[in-house]
């Protein structure tokens, strides 16, 4: 019989979007059986997205040091930031940590834990040098990047759906035992489900 496991946890990173909007995106990950915390940059949900955002998740929005010291989240198996701004991009590209959303996706990065961004900035900084290099940047660290940069190329008005795409290849090789006791290893799992 094989060993129980438990949903992977997926720190979703929001620098700016309606709660209605996240929504589908949330559902989507929930039903890959994904248990997907939100992390906004700071006064990028209103406080009635956050209410909103809670209740879908069943976990509060986090947005400051405080409250995740308070409450910590659980480790993150995977991120998706979604959608991704200027600034957060080429703020993340430098290492800045001036916010909980940064130094989560920093020691993200530094760890080697998947990490997919969809960048959605302003239209008229799509196209500025710094930000490109930047998405280049965070490419050769590992972190996958979807669909261009540009949003009046983007197909798909809504650019989490791209991401939606990653984390699905994601969840076939995201079960985590239980209990650090479970019967099999991780690496066990990962074989077995591979196989």
């Known amino acids: 019989m094989p060993g129980k496991s438990r949903s992977p946890v997926l720190h979703l ?16 990950c929930q039903d890959l059986s ?50 991704a701004s200027f600034d957060l991009v080429n703020k993340w590209a430098y290492g800045l940590n001036d916010n909980l959303a940064l130094r989560l996706l920093n020691e993200a990065t530094a760890v080697g834990l998947p990490v997919v961004v969809v960048p959605a900035p302003d239209p008229g900084l799509a196209r500025h040098p710094a930000f490109r290099e930047n998405l280049e940047r ?35 090789f995201a079960r985590v035992p239980a209990q650090p006791g479970a019967d099999r290893t991780y690496g066990e799992e990962l074989a077995m489900q591979a196989g």
Do not use: K, M, Y
């Not at 972190?143 to 759906?161: I, K």
């Open 34 to 83: 994904w248990e997907v915390h939100v992390v906004s940059t700071p006064d990028a949900v209103d406080r009635d997205g956050q209410a909103s955002l809670a209740d879908l998740t069943h976990h509060p929005v986090r947005e400051d040091e405080q409250v995740e010291a308070l409450n910590p989240l659980p480790p993150a198996d995977a991120f998706a930031v979604a959608p």
């Open 13 to 28: 990173v929001v620098c700016g979007a309606a709660a209605t909007e996240l929504e589908p995106f949330i559902t989507a």
């Open 138 to 172: 965070l490419r050769h660290w590992g972190v996958t990047v979807t669909g261009p940069a540009e949003p009046t190329e983007v197909d798909d008005p809504l650019p989490w759906r791209a991401a939606t795409q990653v984390i699905s290849a994601w969840t076939r």
